[in-house]
């Protein structure tokens, strides 16, 4: 899931909560239940209301100790996806008109791309009194379809590819960390962050162009260097998240879905080269993997338990928002205020990389279990 809070000023409690609803009732994927084996319903409503408000106005103790508890309570919980809780608002109301909104949304039901669509439909529906148009599409319809984009050839092609690359692929890398048995908190993360402003992203744009590798590829570089630093082996599996939306109708875009598909890079810090050699040649393997992405990463890994006689679960995720624009957009944030605290957390994730844009500049993150 993927936890945000934004401090802001001005926002109307009722107005905010139609504006949920409207969101709510023109995306299906949250209304989704998901049961055990991956089917998904969608409900007419949530089984519970996904709005509330904390209201901390005319309070006379610690506000910090409030709003931590909100936070600690919506950063690492888990929502009940069987039954369609799959997202949630709460505004918490401070004095002299200030607020902080938390939102929390599972990611079964919508991808990064996703959650900014949200938002910014939420900004849409509380700026205008008008209800928010119907999309005419929706994300089960795109996985009806998905498959009529994907030709048999292409995919027995991707098969076979993956099926001759699979015997050769490196182990997840091992990271020194306490055996989770004896972890205190095993189900908590923390996030470490740098940002780079404007200026210097554009220098690192240019030096990464100059030599014919993009920025996102630069970043996967850097971040298989270090964990190459700290792994036991300088040679491993590194999880890549692809957005891949395909164009099967006009308003694609507008729809909230999980989208995403795993390629699985072979991530080699093995051999003495320079960096750009290092990134050109995982900017190759990046390319050719995701030429391959028609068979998907799932499949990938289903494969490699059966070859291994156990499962394989890539602990190591690198996600790249760049070329996508700003993760929050101006309107958003002119409304319900700056993003203050994001957090994500993934099932069998130990260390999540994310670089986004943000302020004119760039923000790297790393979640990782504590």
């Keep these: 899931h ?55 106005r005319e309070a006379t103790g610690d506000l910090d100790i409030e709003l931590e508890r909100t936070r600690d309570r919506m950063s690492h919980q888990l929502l009940d996806t069987a039954s369609g809780s799959v997202v949630e608002f709460v505004l918490t109301l401070l004095p002299d008109g200030r607020h902080r909104l938390h939102l929390d949304v599972d990611m079964l039901a919508a991808d990064a791309m996703s959650y900014r669509k949200v938002l910014d439909d939420l900004a849409t529906a509380y700026e205008t009194d008008a209800p928010l148009q119907a999309i005419g599409y929706t994300f089960r319809e795109y996985l009806a379809e998905k498959g009529d984009h994907v030709s048999p050839e292409e995919y027995a092609t991707a098969k076979q590819w993956w099926e001759a690359k699979e015997p050769t692929l490196p182990d997840t890398p091992t990271l020194p960390s306490i055996p989770e048995d004896r972890r205190a908190e095993p189900d908590r993360s923390v996030r470490y962050h740098h940002q780079l402003g404007p200026a210097e992203k554009d220098r690192l744009y240019a030096i990464a162009y100059d030599n014919g590798i993009t920025p996102a ?48 890079i072979d991530a080699d810090a093995t051999h003495t080269e320079s960096m750009i050699e290092r990134g050109r040649r995982l900017q190759k393997e990046l390319h050719d993997c995701a030429g391959h992405a028609a068979y998907e990463g799932l499949d990938v890994l289903r494969d490699l338990g059966r070859i291994r006689g156990s499962a394989v679960t890539p602990s190591l995720v690198f ?52």
């Design 2 to 56: 993927l936890f945000a809070e934004f401090d802001g000023a001005g926002v109307d409690a009722d107005r905010l909560e139609r504006a949920v609803n409207q969101v709510v009732a023109r995306h299906d994927m949250l209304r989704a239940a998901f049961d055990d084996t991956g089917r998904q319903r969608i409900l007419p409503q949530p089984p519970r209301p996904v709005f509330s408000v904390v209201d901390l």
């Design 217 to 264: 590829v630069t970043f996967a570089a850097v971040f298989s260097e270090v964990i190459a630093r700290w792994s036991t082996h300088q040679r491993f599996l590194l999880n890549v998240p692809l957005f891949n939306r395909e164009p099967v109708h006009t308003n694609i875009d507008e729809v909230v879905g999980d989208f995403t598909n795993s390629v699985l």
């Design 319 to 370: 996600t790249s928002g760049l070329g996508f624009g700003e993760l929050f957009s101006d309107r958003v944030r002119g409304l319900f205020g700056e993003p203050v605290w994001i957090l994500s957390q993934g099932p069998q994730v130990d260390l999540d990389a994310q670089v986004v844009e943000l302020d004119g500049g760039l923000l790297v993150n790393w979640d990782v279990r504590r």
